[in-house]
């Protein structure tokens, strides 16, 4: 099922499950046990007790982005999304307000090793698969054609 080898991206998707991360002492654990991050909600649920939450325009305000279940594709890539996320998740996990907190990283890591390599991926299926319909399209035309010029040839024997 992995199409990665970045062992720490693999470990934030088991650990998910488990939270059983090695966190640095300036890390908000309240804030952290409140939310779990998905890859994709097509692939993963969320854990009992845990809201699927929309996107989010700014994940570092408890206020408009509540504890919750995100899903990392829908909040980093949508336009309603967070456009800063890194900043905000640093803020979100770090009771000193710094970048110290190292929660937030394995969050991005999973996007950049997950997330991305599969929408890269998608991107060159989906480019593979227009050039098929053209080609397709092409030869329909064609063959629309050959059946108007039957028809002309029917009429005229």
Same mark, same amino acid.
């Given at each position: 099922?992995?199409?990665?080898?970045?062992?720490?991206?693999?470990?934030?998707?088991?650990?998910?499950?488990? #939270?059983?991360?090695?966190?640095?002492?300036?890390?908000?654990?309240?804030?952290?046990?409140?939310?779990?991050?998905?890859?994709?909600?097509?692939?993963?649920?969320?854990? +009992?007790?845990?809201?699927?939450?929309? +996107?989010?325009?700014?994940?570092?305000?408890?206020?408009?982005?509540? =504890?919750?279940?995100?899903?990392?594709?829908?909040?980093? $890539?949508?336009?309603?999304?967070?456009?800063?996320?890194?900043?905000?998740?640093?803020? @979100?996990?770090?009771?000193?307000?710094?970048?110290?907190?190292?929660?937030?990283?394995?969050? $991005?890591? =999973?996007?950049?090793?997950?997330?991305?390599? @599969?929408?890269?991926?998608?991107?060159?299926?989906?480019?593979?698969?227009?050039?098929?319909?053209?080609?397709?399209?092409?030869? +329909?035309? #064609? $063959?629309?054609?050959? #059946?108007?010029?039957?028809?002309?040839?029917?009429?005229? =024997?």
């Amino acid at each position: 099922m992995w199409d990665i080898n970045d062992l720490t991206a693999i470990g934030h998707v088991n650990k998910v499950f488990n #939270k059983s991360y090695t966190l640095g002492v300036t890390c908000n654990t309240v804030t952290i046990s409140g939310d779990t991050w998905m890859p994709s909600f097509n692939l993963y649920t969320c854990p +009992a007790g845990k809201s699927k939450m929309p +996107a989010c325009s700014d994940l570092s305000l408890q206020t408009t982005c509540p =504890l919750g279940c995100y899903e990392i594709l829908n909040e980093f $890539v949508s336009p309603s999304g967070d456009p800063s996320y890194t900043t905000s998740l640093a803020t @979100r996990y770090d009771t000193s307000g710094g970048t110290t907190c190292n929660y937030y990283q394995y969050i $991005v890591n =999973l996007h950049n090793n997950w997330n991305v390599i @599969r929408m890269n991926k998608m991107d060159t299926v989906n480019s593979s698969i227009i050039s098929l319909k053209t080609t397709v399209d092409d030869y +329909a035309t #064609k $063959v629309s054609a050959v #059946k108007a010029s039957l028809n002309s040839f029917k009429t005229t =024997l």
